[in-house]
């Protein structure tokens, strides 16, 4: 593998694999936790670890990031810790 591969190879492990988190004041006021991943999966695995357990899930953001050549999804998902919303059945 010649440095040029190793580079964009180390590049999109690098923008693939890290997860972020961030608090911030949600708008109802409450605060909450905003977390970058590169995949849905990411995000609600680290929602569930920085919660404890229930949460739920306010807003979601997708963006195309890249860098030297390698092109991946950011997503971003903005969530309240605490009881999840229930879920709603339209067979009733």
């Known amino acids: 593998?010649?440095?040029?591969?190793?580079?964009?190879?180390?590049?999109?492990?690098?923008?693939?694999?890290?997860?972020?988190?961030?608090?911030?004041?949600?708008?109802?006021?409450?605060a909450g936790h905003l977390i970058s991943c590169s995949d849905s999966a990411?995000?609600?695995?680290?929602a569930a670890e920085i919660c404890g357990g229930p949460y739920e899930i306010i807003q979601t953001q997708?963006?195309?990031a890249g860098?030297?050549?390698y092109v991946g999804t950011q997503l971003e998902m903005a969530?309240?810790?605490?009881?999840?919303?229930p879920a709603t059945n339209s067979e009733s």
């Not at 990411?42 to 680290?46: G, T």
């Not at 969530?79 to 919303?85: D, K, N, T």
Request: proline share 4%; net charge positive; charged share 10%.
């Open 62 to 64: 997708s963006r195309v």
């Open 67 to 69: 860098a030297n050549g």
């Open 1 to 30: 593998m010649n440095w040029k591969a190793s580079i964009v190879l180390g590049v999109a492990l690098a923008i693939g694999g890290c997860v972020t988190v961030k608090p911030v004041a949600l708008p109802s006021g409450k």
């Open 42 to 46: 990411q995000c609600m695995n680290k």
């Open 79 to 85: 969530v309240s810790c605490g009881e999840a919303a």
